[in-house]
Nanobody, 122 residues
Protein backbone atom coordinates (compact mmCIF):
# COMPACT_ATOMS: atom_id res chain seq x y z
CA UNK A 1 0.00 0.00 0.00
CA UNK A 2 1.26 3.46 -0.87
CA UNK A 3 0.17 6.65 0.86
CA UNK A 4 -0.07 9.97 -0.95
CA UNK A 5 -0.34 13.14 1.13
CA UNK A 6 -1.67 16.34 -0.40
CA UNK A 7 -3.33 19.62 0.46
CA UNK A 8 -0.42 21.62 1.81
CA UNK A 9 0.22 25.20 0.82
CA UNK A 10 0.72 28.75 1.97
CA UNK A 11 -1.91 30.27 4.24
CA UNK A 12 -2.13 33.28 6.49
CA UNK A 13 -2.31 32.93 10.24
CA UNK A 14 -5.87 32.23 11.31
CA UNK A 15 -6.65 30.43 8.08
CA UNK A 16 -7.51 26.83 7.34
CA UNK A 17 -6.23 23.95 5.26
CA UNK A 18 -7.34 20.36 4.81
CA UNK A 19 -4.73 17.70 4.22
CA UNK A 20 -5.59 14.40 2.59
CA UNK A 21 -3.77 11.09 2.69
CA UNK A 22 -4.96 8.78 -0.06
CA UNK A 23 -4.02 5.11 0.00
CA UNK A 24 -3.48 2.98 -3.09
CA UNK A 25 -5.45 0.19 -1.44
CA UNK A 26 -7.88 -0.47 1.35
CA UNK A 27 -7.19 1.26 4.64
CA UNK A 28 -9.65 -0.83 6.63
CA UNK A 29 -6.84 -3.08 7.83
CA UNK A 30 -4.92 -0.21 9.38
CA UNK A 31 -5.66 -0.17 13.09
CA UNK A 32 -4.14 3.28 13.50
CA UNK A 33 -3.47 6.11 11.08
CA UNK A 34 -1.85 9.39 11.90
CA UNK A 35 -0.30 12.68 10.92
CA UNK A 36 3.18 13.77 11.92
CA UNK A 37 4.98 16.99 11.18
CA UNK A 38 8.56 18.12 10.99
CA UNK A 39 9.50 21.75 11.26
CA UNK A 40 12.84 22.96 9.84
CA UNK A 41 15.68 21.86 12.06
CA UNK A 42 13.43 19.88 14.36
CA UNK A 43 12.53 16.25 14.77
CA UNK A 44 9.34 14.70 13.43
CA UNK A 45 6.54 14.77 15.98
CA UNK A 46 3.11 13.25 16.23
CA UNK A 47 0.19 15.56 15.52
CA UNK A 48 -2.88 13.34 15.61
CA UNK A 49 -4.03 9.75 15.32
CA UNK A 50 -7.28 7.99 14.47
CA UNK A 51 -8.02 4.33 15.06
CA UNK A 52 -10.12 1.97 12.99
CA UNK A 53 -12.82 2.43 15.59
CA UNK A 54 -12.81 6.17 15.16
CA UNK A 55 -11.01 7.09 18.35
CA UNK A 56 -8.85 10.16 17.97
CA UNK A 57 -5.97 11.68 19.85
CA UNK A 58 -4.15 14.99 19.42
CA UNK A 59 -1.01 16.67 20.56
CA UNK A 60 -1.65 19.48 23.00
CA UNK A 61 -0.40 22.04 20.51
CA UNK A 62 -3.19 21.33 18.01
CA UNK A 63 -6.02 20.17 20.26
CA UNK A 64 -9.17 22.16 19.56
CA UNK A 65 -7.87 23.44 16.21
CA UNK A 66 -7.19 20.31 14.16
CA UNK A 67 -9.54 17.43 13.39
CA UNK A 68 -8.38 14.07 12.09
CA UNK A 69 -10.73 11.70 10.31
CA UNK A 70 -10.69 8.71 7.99
CA UNK A 71 -13.05 7.52 5.28
CA UNK A 72 -12.56 3.81 4.73
CA UNK A 73 -14.87 3.85 1.71
CA UNK A 74 -12.59 6.38 0.01
CA UNK A 75 -9.38 4.90 1.42
CA UNK A 76 -8.44 8.36 2.60
CA UNK A 77 -7.50 10.06 5.84
CA UNK A 78 -7.87 13.78 6.46
CA UNK A 79 -6.53 16.48 8.71
CA UNK A 80 -8.66 19.59 8.94
CA UNK A 81 -6.51 22.40 10.28
CA UNK A 82 -8.17 25.57 11.52
CA UNK A 83 -6.88 28.69 13.23
CA UNK A 84 -3.45 28.01 11.83
CA UNK A 85 -0.46 29.60 13.50
CA UNK A 86 3.04 30.32 12.16
CA UNK A 87 4.35 27.61 14.48
CA UNK A 88 2.27 25.07 12.54
CA UNK A 89 4.65 25.56 9.62
CA UNK A 90 6.15 22.18 8.81
CA UNK A 91 6.22 19.29 6.41
CA UNK A 92 3.29 17.06 7.28
CA UNK A 93 3.52 13.29 6.85
CA UNK A 94 0.79 10.69 7.05
CA UNK A 95 1.33 7.17 8.27
CA UNK A 96 -0.58 3.99 8.82
CA UNK A 97 -0.03 0.98 11.04
CA UNK A 98 -1.33 -2.54 10.72
CA UNK A 99 -0.51 -5.95 12.07
CA UNK A 100 -0.66 -9.11 10.01
CA UNK A 101 -0.46 -12.66 11.23
CA UNK A 102 1.81 -15.13 9.48
CA UNK A 103 2.36 -18.64 10.76
CA UNK A 104 0.92 -17.57 14.07
CA UNK A 105 3.27 -14.62 14.42
CA UNK A 106 2.07 -11.02 14.63
CA UNK A 107 4.02 -8.86 12.22
CA UNK A 108 3.64 -5.10 12.57
CA UNK A 109 4.05 -2.84 9.56
CA UNK A 110 4.17 0.92 9.25
CA UNK A 111 3.65 2.86 6.06
CA UNK A 112 4.59 6.47 5.37
CA UNK A 113 3.43 8.94 2.78
CA UNK A 114 5.64 11.61 1.31
CA UNK A 115 5.39 14.95 3.03
CA UNK A 116 3.27 17.92 2.13
CA UNK A 117 4.51 21.38 3.08
CA UNK A 118 2.33 23.69 5.13
CA UNK A 119 3.53 27.27 5.49
CA UNK A 120 1.66 29.69 7.74
CA UNK A 121 2.57 33.34 7.37
CA UNK A 122 2.15 35.85 10.17
Amino acid sequence: VQLQASGGGLVQAGGSLRLSCAASGSISSFHTMGWYRQAPGKRRVLVATVTSGGNTDYSESVKGRFTISRDNAKNTMYLQMNILKPEDTAVYYCNADRTTVESGLKIPARYWGQGTLVTVSS
